[in-house]
């Protein structure tokens, strides 16, 4: 599927363990889509040009970033550092955006970082679709982290997310909220082919 009259732009938000980059990856393939990329491998990049002196929470994981906030600032620190952090991926989000835009391609662009509100809900030339995922029950989102060790070997051990579990669910909360607030389609990701499924159908309504 492709050849749309105008480019189309599909963002999956989340938090992090949501299934947002196998959801994603499947989506493009179905629409035909070959230009996918992530939040995070925009954060790796910038992280090359900002130090940690001048950009502290881009040195960190989304749920870490609040170990990068003053002490002094009011609010939780698990969403006020995510939300830090998200303020300046989104800047370069903008960047690649319309990039893409004047060079008339289509995108699909996966990322806890992709906060609605924080990045374009429209592009003039283009169809812009976002959407957030979410894990409701708590033991299915803990086992994602279990399959995702398992599928990469290792490299992204699963002790490190289950330690920050709370803080990672408090994000979705967070998330999920915006996204209801802002008119932002939520998924649940309870089976991943109903939910590629769901998604496409968002991008191209039956």
Known sequence: ????????????????????????????????????TSTDFIRQTMRAFFSSDFMPTIH???????????PDVTGDPAIVGFLEQSRQVCVAVD??????????????LEGVHLVPGLVAAQLDGAVVVHVVMQISDEDAHREHFNVRDAATGGVRPMEKYLDRLDDIRRIQSYLVSRARREGVAVVENENVEQTIDKVVGLVVPA
């Open 1 to 36: 599927m492709s050849g749309f009259e105008k480019p189309v732009i599909l963002l999956v938000g989340g938090a992090t363990g949501t299934g947002k980059s196998t959801v994603a990856t499947e989506v493009a393939h179905r629409l035909g889509i070959t230009r996918v």
């Open 60 to 70: 960190t994981s989304s749920f870490e970033a609040g170990s990068a906030v003053d």
């Open 95 to 108: 960047a690649v955006l319309r990039r893409a835009l004047t060079e008339g391609w289509s995108l699909v």
